[in-house]
């Protein structure tokens, strides 16, 4: 890659609507404008349909991932793709809840965001309290891809032997570490 550019994944996801746009659409128009001068377009995975968490809380999500080679900074990337997000009428009031476009900055080069001892605080940080807090600053890579079947498989699309800067894992090995029921939930489309 020439000079100071990156290879960056990001997770998208949507579950809601945008005007009259299905999530699929919204997906693909979201993947078309991360394609800009300073971002380019490596790889896209396969689409996944993912089951509304809890069972029956909302329609089913969409779910996909996508390499992206960047000169941009991991805060920069981050700060376009909440741009993407508002352009598709994205709401940041509920953590976790039903929305129209996510798009999750997952790893920016191998870095490992603010440090070291700020990725492990978020990295053990226990389900009711990740429920509750949300990181002031950029934490990467994104402290939660190994607990995600719906991130994981669609990243194996594209990006099988990438290997967790901190865990030291690749995506098929951390896949291999969920319960396979939760591996068998996000279904191609």
Same mark, same amino acid.
């Given at each position: !890659?020439?000079?100071?550019?990156?290879?960056?994944?990001?997770?998208?996801?949507?579950?809601?609507?945008?005007?009259?746009?299905? *999530?699929? #659409?919204?997906?693909?128009?979201?993947?078309?404008?991360?394609?800009?001068?300073?971002?380019?377009?490596?790889?896209?995975?396969? $689409? $996944?349909? @993912?089951?509304? $968490?809890? #069972?029956?809380?909302?329609?089913?999500?969409?779910?996909?991932?996508?390499?992206?080679? @960047?000169?941009?900074? #991991?805060?920069?990337?981050?700060?376009?793709? =909440?741009?993407?997000?508002?352009? $598709?009428?994205?709401?940041?009031?509920?953590?976790? /809840? !039903?929305?129209?476009?996510?798009?999750?900055?997952?790893? =920016?080069?191998?870095?490992?965001?603010?440090?070291?001892?700020?990725?492990?605080? &978020?990295?053990?940080?226990?389900?009711?309290?990740? !429920?509750?807090?949300?990181? /002031?600053?950029?934490?990467?890579? =994104?402290?939660?891809?190994?607990?995600?079947?719906?991130?994981?498989?669609?990243?194996?699309?594209?990006?099988?032997? &990438?290997?967790?800067?901190?865990?030291?894992?690749?995506?098929?090995?951390?896949?291999?570490?969920? *319960?396979?029921? +939760?591996?068998? +939930?996000?279904? *191609?489309?």
């Amino acid at each position: !890659m020439a000079g100071n550019r990156k290879l960056s994944l990001i997770a998208l996801g949507g579950n809601l609507p945008v005007d009259a746009d299905a *999530p699929q #659409a919204t997906l693909s128009k979201a993947i078309a404008a991360l394609q800009a001068q300073d971002l380019r377009l490596r790889s896209v995975s396969r $689409f $996944f349909r @993912t089951p509304c $968490f809890p #069972a029956g809380a909302g329609p089913d999500y969409v779910n996909a991932a996508v390499a992206v080679e @960047t000169s941009l900074s #991991a805060e920069e990337l981050l700060a376009r793709l =909440h741009e993407i997000e508002a352009q $598709f009428a994205r709401v940041r009031d509920q953590r976790w /809840g !039903m929305r129209t476009l996510d798009l999750d900055l997952l790893d =920016h080069g191998g870095a490992v965001l603010p440090d070291a001892a700020g990725f492990a605080r &978020w990295l053990g940080l226990p389900l009711e309290r990740q !429920m509750q807090e949300a990181p /002031g600053q950029l934490i990467l890579p =994104h402290p939660r891809i190994q607990d995600r079947a719906f991130v994981l498989v669609p990243l194996k699309d594209i990006a099988p032997r &990438w290997r967790h800067p901190v865990l030291q894992k690749t995506v098929t090995e951390m896949l291999a570490d969920l *319960p396979p029921e +939760e591996v068998a +939930e996000p279904v *191609p489309l």
